[in-house]
């Protein structure tokens, strides 16, 4: 489903700041498959994904979503194929419009616009449906502005409309970090349904070792813009932390404080 062949992306090159973020990496995700990637700051994980999204145009390499070369396209020109959720539960929706027409908006997607009215009957009764799973009692707040829910809430409606329409691809971009442990553990629990109720393929960045290792059924490890670590099955299902973080040691070279370079 997504081929990620020898990508380069390079920061301020040919300056004394210049930032190999991703190097020559290659990643291949079949259909349905769900992989965590964890690694510590500037490991290249955002990077990639922002690759992947077409946010920032890749330097060498190739991207190809469902056999659809997308190397060149830009992140608007991608988004037939793919749902994103991003860390900040600002970004995800339109703060001034009700909760209906943010799902409206998902929903027609890539659709020719017309002169038609704006929500059906029949509409707002699969909205009404599809928010009720969420369990947050928002299948009754179809008229209230996005603003005004919580930053768990605005993340939960961001996921929904990010899957509304089964994309190719879910990018998750440490879409828990800017939430509180409770809520964080909700949306998570949402987001693992969701992946699995739709068999989504999909790419999830996290800081947290044990969501990356509980989560899935691949991990992924980044370090100085390379995959180091690829774990999945059998292996992955048994694998604890302190495990990885001494693999991670063993295979990155950084023998002191690694609890601190993964954080979590």
């Known amino acids: 489903m997504l081929r990620v062949e020898e990508i380069t992306k390079i920061f301020n090159p040919g300056t004394i700041n210049e930032k190999v973020a991703v190097d020559k990496l290659s990643l291949h995700l079949a ?13 290249g994980k955002s990077t990639l994904l922002n690759a992947v999204a077409g946010t920032w145009p890749v330097d060498g390499g190739r991207i190809t979503i469902d056999g659809n ?23 995800g929706t339109a703060p001034d419009m009700w909760l209906e027409e943010n799902l409206a908006l998902a929903l027609r997607r890539g659709q020719k616009r ?20 969420l369990g947050l009692g928002l299948e009754d707040r179809l008229s209230t502005k ?4 919580s930053g768990g809430q605005r993340q939960a409606i961001t996921l929904l409309m990010a899957t509304l329409k089964q994309p ?18 909700k949306v998570l629990e949402l987001s693992d349904n969701m992946i699995s109720e ?54 990155s070279g950084v023998q002191e404080e690694t609890d601190s370079v993964l954080l979590s």
């Open 114 to 133: 017309g002169i038609k009215w704006g929500i059906s009957k029949e509409e707002r009764v699969f909205y009404r449906e599809r928010l009720e799973t």
């Open 69 to 91: 070369d997308v190397t060149a396209l830009a992140d608007f020109q991608r988004a037939p194929y793919i749902g994103r959720v991003f860390q900040d539960p600002m970004l």
């Open 198 to 251: 739709g068999n989504l393929t999909t790419l999830m960045i996290t800081h947290n070792m044990k969501d990356a290792i509980r989560l899935g059924n691949r991990l992924i490890m980044m370090n100085q813009g390379k995959i180091i670590l690829d774990i999945s099955g059998e292996e992955k299902k048994h694998l604890t932390k302190q495990e990885l973080l001494d693999r991670f040691a063993e295979i």
């Open 168 to 185: 190719k691809l879910l990018l998750l971009d440490e879409h828990t970090a800017a939430l509180d442990p409770a809520t964080a553990e």
């Open 31 to 43: 259909p349905g498959e769900f992989v965590t990637v964890i690694g510590g700051n500037g490991a």
């Open 146 to 149: 996005v603003g005004l829910l």
